[in-house]
């Protein structure tokens, strides 16, 4: 029911407002303009947009798209009149000026625009043009200034919950590791792998949320009351924090996929060595936790650290590569904690 949520209904009643009232506007507009009344609520619904940036950019977007469609279509006709051959050329090269990146949601209007003026616009060309390109931009204007004025969209909620999301995803993950540590050898690997392509891929979820709430907020009259009142950051402060937790906790897993890579060799992590693992991995989720609810991680990260430091005393030989990795994968769980917790200089 994603059509049925609060921003959706609210886009679809200023959408409506919006184009009832380019349809009433329209009617009064002066001179010939008025003779083409229909396409000022199309202006106005190719304007509304669920952001306020957005809406000003595809709206200024279309106006462009059409201009350049009539300039096409009146280069044409100082050619020839309109036939098969001078329609299928103007069209033909506004599908060519389509492809300008710049026009973005006005593309599609080049070809269309020299198309109706040639076809519909016939005789009377010039009119039909004026009429078209006036009407369609009252409507767009209709279109930004409803935007803006009713309820200008501004959405922190969706990344609230998309990091939220990814923080609860990254300390189950944390929990299931420090429970695989405690039975070495039970997954062979293979889930890992699998689990941070998830994780990646979550990441990038998060940050496409983030980015969609910070567009909310560019040109957003609404930012000026809420930065007064809880500040205007969409949440790259706490996505770059999670950014650096997985991309470590990645690297632990694959140091700990490679400790227990039953396929590669014959090693048998000390059942001290993992119990301690376990521990410490146990510990870095209860400060991922911490974080995560805003509480003080100093304990738990403190923990981490003592824990890993009862590790690195133990009778660990940094040249083995087996005792190499062990080493490997409590280093990365201390950069995790650290970018929680930083250490004092």
């Known amino acids: 029911m994603h059509t049925l949520r609060g921003p959706r209904v609210l886009l679809a009643l200023k959408t409506a407002l919006a184009v009832s009232l380019a349809w009433g506007v329209a009617q009064r507009m002066p001179g010939t303009i ?13 304007a509304m947009y669920p952001t306020v940036l957005g809406s000003v950019r595809t709206g200024l977007q279309t106006v462009a798209g059409l201009a350049l469609g009539i300039l096409l279509a009146a280069g044409v006709l100082l050619v020839g009149s309109p036939n098969l051959v001078t329609i299928g050329l103007a069209v033909g090269i506004g599908v060519l000026l389509s492809g300008v990146r710049r026009l973005g949601a006005g593309a ?6 020299a198309l109706f003026v040639l076809i519909v616009g016939g005789q009377d060309a010039g009119s039909y043009s004026l009429g078209y390109l006036v009407q369609m931009a009252v409507g767009v204007a209709i279109g930004l200034v409803v935007n803006v004025a009713v309820f200008p969209p501004l959405d922190f909620r969706t990344a609230r919950l998309q990091l939220d999301r990814l923080q609860g995803v990254v300390v189950d993950y944390l929990g299931d590791v420090a429970g695989e540590l405690a039975s070495p050898g039970s997954t062979a690997g ?25 567009l909310s907020a560019r040109g957003n009259p609404r930012v000026v009351l809420r930065r007064r009142a809880r500040g205007t950051d969409p949440g790259y402060a706490a996505l770059a924090q999670l950014e650096r937790v997985v991309f470590h906790l990645r690297d632990l897993t694959d140091a700990l996929r490679a400790l227990y890579d039953a396929d590669r060799h014959g090693w048998t992590v000390p059942g001290p060595v993992a119990a301690g693992l376990a521990d410490a991995v146990e510990a870095g989720a209860r400060c991922v936790r911490a974080w995560a609810h805003d509480e003080d991680t100093a304990a738990p990260a403190a923990e981490v650290r ?40």
Do not use: F, I
């Open 34 to 46: 008025d003779e083409y009344p229909y396409y000022a609520p199309l202006g106005a619904l190719s």
């Open 190 to 214: 293979r889930d890992w792998a699998q689990r941070n392509h998830e994780l990646a891929r979550l990441t990038g979820e998060v940050r496409e949320a983030v980015d969609a709430s910070a």
């Open 306 to 345: 003592a824990l890993l430091g009862r590790l690195y005393a133990g009778p660990v030989d940094p040249s083995e590569v087996q005792q190499r990795l062990v080493l490997a994968a409590g280093q990365d769980l201390q950069r995790l904690v650290d970018v929680l917790d930083p250490p004092a200089p």
């Open 108 to 113: 599609e209007y080049v070809p269309m625009a």
